[in-house]
């Protein structure tokens, strides 16, 4: 294909002039359009550079395919861009399925200090038996925007074996974390039967490292065979103050997002459950201080039937129980010596990278992906500083953050986009500079992932590299290609980019005096 590229040999042309020897003229020439012109100039020029701003996306509905194994999932996904996702209406029921956990993402795009940011909402369904199914139009509110969604047709054929993980996304996502069940509880008080409800707080795991991560649930259980029928009381007016008890200090937190009370089917031992999820959310101690929930207790309203009316309606008497939760006590170990303990984080991390080329030139850049994702802290999920290389420039790199919650589960992925350009010959590898460290909570011991990628480079010495991974640099405001998502290699780079963009914000400006001086 025969590219045209006289669009941007003109705007070059446009950009020369102003920059390289010819500015004056080109003001002048602006500056001598009478009034209807220069209006009409302005109004182009903003035209051109402001849509990508004045442009307000609205919250999505998509569906995953409609023809599905047994032993495969279907699914509704909620997104929107820029600002925080609230629903406040559940998804819809699909006959023949049975409606699982909510995985909930949010990332980030660091585009060279411009952020993007995306939140979606993901339900999950299982079906039950092969056959047919149908999922009417249904509507869901989004951030106050009722958002209609259309009828899709399923169609479920016999299970395949060959689908190991159909939840996976990638290499990364078979990270090896337990999914813990809510536990029985340790003590079941005189004052009340076992066929009563109870409110329960449940953790993950009740001995954990500094940084590692837990997860809290807190929730009200009903056994199946509870005949009452049971209401939350006033739950808006009670939950602000549990929550200030059920939140352990010195603690980052990350939070599920439930914005209305989950239901779920549990057991506990052979007994069944009605589990009310009022929240949940995963901490990351501070520090090495021993946690403790305190006890929480919840009013609700629970109605008996007393006998029938004369009338014969029911005869209801109304009550307000308050149920009570136990004290929680979490260990929390300090992690060994090491001269990055204060910084490395904790967890579970895997590690993918690629790189456009391995067998380049020096002087020649390349793209290079370094992609960590695991189950600590989100905040502290970054690469090491490393010294600079002499024989490697590296230059800032484009920066993708994910976080996705799902069941018990909260991970993190961060993907860093360099550029890198070898300036001396020979065998050159990226494991002496991209590398991750963390305390391996599995392993328990302190663990590093790095590169296995070594540069094959020819060509001769270009000397000592400048610039790093860890300095500024004009690279990146001149390279085109660095937000592209494919891993092509980087041949060309606009040169005019950055002054582009000051030449027009210098003409807005100075067009908008203008203005105001001939009125």
């Known amino acids: 294909m025969v590219k045209d590229?006289?669009?941007?040999?003109?705007?070059?042309?446009?950009?020369?002039?102003?920059?390289?020897?010819?500015?004056?003229?080109?003001?002048?020439?602006?500056?001598?359009?009478?009034?209807?012109?220069?209006?009409?100039?302005?109004?182009?020029?903003?035209?051109?550079?402001?849509?990508?701003?004045?442009?307000?996306?609205?919250?999505?509905?998509?569906?995953?395919?409609?023809?599905?194994?047994?032993?495969?999932?279907?699914?509704?996904?909620?997104?929107?861009?820029?600002?925080?996702?609230?629903?406040?209406?559940?998804?819809?029921?699909?006959?023949?399925?049975?409606?699982?956990?909510?995985?909930?993402?949010?990332?980030?795009?660091?585009?060279?200090?411009?952020?993007?940011?995306?939140?979606?909402?993901?339900?999950?369904?299982?079906?039950?038996?092969?056959?047919?199914?149908?999922?009417?139009?249904?509507?869901?509110?989004?951030?106050?925007?009722?958002?209609?969604?259309?009828?899709?047709?399923?169609?479920?054929?016999?299970?395949?074996?060959?689908?190991?993980?159909?939840?996976?996304?990638?290499?990364?996502?078979?990270?090896?974390?337990?999914?813990?069940?809510?536990?029985?509880?340790?003590?079941?008080?005189?004052?009340?039967?076992?066929?009563?409800?109870?409110?329960?707080?449940?953790?993950?795991?009740?001995?954990?490292?500094?940084?590692?991560?837990?997860?809290?649930?807190?929730?009200?259980?009903?056994?199946?065979?509870?005949?009452?029928?049971?209401?939350?009381?006033?739950?808006?007016?009670?939950?602000?103050?549990?929550?200030?008890?059920?939140?352990?200090?010195?603690?980052?937190?990350?939070?599920?997002?439930?914005?209305?009370?989950?239901?779920?089917?549990?057991?506990?031992?052979?007994?069944?459950y009605t589990e009310y999820r009022i929240y949940q959310g995963t901490f990351y101690p501070l520090n090495a201080q021993k946690i403790t929930i305190p006890a929480l207790a919840l009013k609700m309203l629970v109605q008996k039937e007393r006998g029938r009316t004369t009338s014969g309606l029911p005869l209801l008497v109304t009550s307000y129980p308050v149920y009570n939760s136990e004290t929680i006590e979490i260990e929390v170990k300090e992690l060994p010596n090491h001269p990055l303990r204060e910084v490395v984080p904790s967890g579970v991390y895997r590690m993918k990278e690629q790189i456009s080329k391995n067998n380049i030139k020096t002087g020649q850049a390349v793209k290079y992906y370094f992609t960590v994702k695991g189950t600590g802290n989100p905040s502290a999920l970054r690469l090491q500083e490393t010294p600079p290389n002499s024989s490697i420039e590296v230059f800032p790199p484009y920066v993708l953050q994910k976080i996705s919650n799902s069941g018990v589960l909260v991970v993190a992925s961060k993907e860093f986009r360099y550029q890198i350009m070898p300036r001396e010959p020979g065998k050159q590898p990226l494991g002496n500079i991209f590398q991750f460290i963390f305390f391996n909570t599995k392993k328990e011991k302190y663990d590093t992932l790095k590169s296995n990628i070594v540069l094959l480079c020819t060509g001769k010495s270009l000397g000592a590299a400048t610039t790093s991974k860890n300095k500024e640099s004009s690279f990146y405001d001149w390279a085109s290609e660095s937000v592209s998502n494919s891993l092509n290699e980087n041949h060309t780079i606009d040169s005019y980019k950055l002054y582009l963009n000051i030449g027009l914000a210098l003409l807005f400006v100075a067009g908008i005096g203008v203005i105001f001086w001939k009125v």
């Open 5 to 272: 590229n006289s669009i941007s040999d003109k705007k070059n042309n446009f950009v020369e002039q102003i920059f390289l020897g010819k500015k004056k003229s080109v003001f002048h020439e602006i500056l001598s359009l009478n009034h209807d012109k220069l209006a009409f100039f302005l109004i182009l020029l903003i035209g051109i550079r402001l849509p990508a701003f004045a442009q307000k996306l609205s919250p999505t509905i998509n569906f995953s395919k409609n023809t599905l194994a047994l032993n495969e999932r279907f699914y509704i996904t909620l997104t929107t861009y820029n600002e925080e996702l609230k629903t406040s209406t559940a998804f819809p029921e699909i006959p023949g399925f049975l409606k699982k956990k909510v995985k909930k993402t949010s990332s980030v795009e660091d585009n060279l200090g411009e952020l993007t940011s995306t939140y979606s909402s993901i339900q999950e369904y299982a079906p039950m038996r092969e056959g047919r199914y149908t999922l009417p139009t249904f509507t869901i509110t989004i951030n106050s925007q009722v958002i209609k969604g259309k009828t899709i047709n399923i169609t479920v054929g016999p299970a395949n074996n060959q689908i190991v993980n159909p939840d996976a996304e990638d290499e990364l996502d078979n990270i090896e974390v337990e999914e813990p069940s809510i536990p029985e509880p340790d003590f079941i008080p005189d004052t009340r039967s076992k066929e009563s409800p109870f409110l329960n707080v449940s953790v993950s795991n009740k001995s954990v490292f500094r940084g590692q991560g837990f997860t809290l649930r807190f929730s009200l259980l009903v056994p199946n065979n509870f005949v009452d029928d049971i209401q939350f009381y006033e739950l808006d007016a009670q939950i602000n103050e549990l929550l200030k008890k059920l939140r352990p200090a010195n603690c980052w937190e990350q939070d599920f997002g439930l914005e209305q009370v989950m239901e779920y089917k549990t057991k506990i031992g052979r007994k069944r």
